[in-house]
């Protein structure tokens, strides 16, 4: 398939420091609500952004890495991901793959789960938040970096947001098999019934797992790691968690049974589940993760691979426009 960037000009304004903005739409996100919602955004922006700025759309998987990287070659240092969290996370290593420390990460959540948006304080309201592309804040975050393994290949990739192992790498490999061409409310509703069938059919594994050099051995249900606050369907999985501390955060759920697991995921929009005797929670820098059976890797929403797999922070690794 071509990948050649194909921009659209769209309007052009007095430049500053931001202008011209790359706008990468995932016309998928949300169910392929963007896609249809997409021209009346266009409307506006044209009307009200008071920027200069280009847009190009995502045609496949993966697809927003690549034009995220031949937008930077071409000069564009503000680059905005207009999608979820999965199309956020593309842009995101686009530009830390190319190691340019100029280039800026913009976020406007179309999609149908945002938790970095949320976790960043950005409006879901994409009106409100291409309003503030204008005169943005600037803020340079963490980051996550995995190594993990893909058809018998070692990979490495970022995530800004979160990650996971278990259970809820489990139900995003499900449903990553399901046709999402069914807007935003259906694809919600769809994800809570795959869910429920991760549940059903999941087991705990057996790990070996290291954080920061320390080596034990458990039988865990999930482990999340996370640099944001929020995750899914805005949980709040790690209440303490800050964006730009230098560090990652862990919450490992042990060997809880499914009962178990159902009274714990309501608390966890309050984040008082980390409050459970079988929740353990820490602050980290490094964590490896070991087993002698299979188990599926998840980061920032989107399936990646599968372990044995590594997380490391990088502190303050990309800037962020809030």
């Known amino acids: 398939m071509n990948q050649k960037l194909e921009y659209r000009f769209i309007i052009t304004v ?4 931001l202008s011209p903005l790359m706008l990468i739409v995932n016309p998928a996100a949300g169910g392929y ?5 997409w021209p009346n955004i266009l409307e506006h922006l044209k009307e009200h952004l008071g920027l200069s700025f280009n847009y190009c759309e995502t045609a496949y998987p993966g697809h927003a890495i690549s034009l995220a990287k031949e937008a930077i070659t071409k000069g564009y240092r ?9 199309t956020v996370n593309e842009v995101a290593n686009g530009i830390l793959s190319t190691r340019n420390t100029k280039t800026m990460l913009g976020v406007v959540a179309t999609g149908g789960e945002c938790c970095f948006a949320d976790s ?8 409100k938040a291409f309003s503030g592309l204008g005169s943005p804040k600037k803020r340079k975050i963490d980051v996550g970096a995995i ?16 990650a996971d192992i278990g259970f809820g790498a489990e139900a995003t ?17 769809l994800r809570f019934a795959v869910a429920a069938r991760s549940l059903l059919n999941h087991r705990n594994i057996t790990l070996e797992i290291e954080i920061d050099g320390k080596t034990s051995q458990m039988r865990s249900c999930e ?17 303490s968690a800050k964006l730009d501390d230098g560090l990652l955060d862990i919450v490992v759920l042990n060997n809880v049974s499914k009962l178990e697991l159902l009274s714990i995921v309501p608390r966890t929009y309050s984040g008082t589940y980390i409050r459970h005797p079988k929740v353990v929670t820490s602050l980290v820098k490094s964590v490896k993760i070991r087993s ?6 998840e980061a920032d929403g989107e399936l990646i691979g599968e372990g044995p797999v590594s997380f490391t922070v990088l502190p303050a690794a990309l800037t962020v426009a809030t």
Not at 14 to 17: G, I, L, T, V
Not at 78 to 86: E, H, P, W
Not at 147 to 162: A, D, I, L, S
Not at 292 to 297: D, G, M, P, T
Request: proline letters at 1%; zero cysteines; aromatic letters at 14%.
């Open 173 to 189: 490999r499900r449903w990553s098999h399901i046709s999402q061409k069914s807007g935003r409310r259906l694809a919600l509703a």
């Open 33 to 37: 609500s963007t896609k249809r919602e």
């Open 14 to 17: 007095e430049m500053n420091e």
């Open 78 to 86: 503000f680059l905005v991901a207009v999608g979820g969290d999965g």
């Open 147 to 162: 190594r993990y393994m893909y058809q018998g290949q070692e990979k490495e990739r970022y995530f800004v947001n979160h």
């Open 120 to 127: 960043l304080g950005i409006s879901k309201d994409y009106y």
């Open 223 to 239: 482990i999340i790691v996370v640099n944001g606050r929020y995750y899914a369907n805005k949980m709040l999985v790690a209440p």
């Open 292 to 297: 002698l059976e299979r188990f599926y890797v």
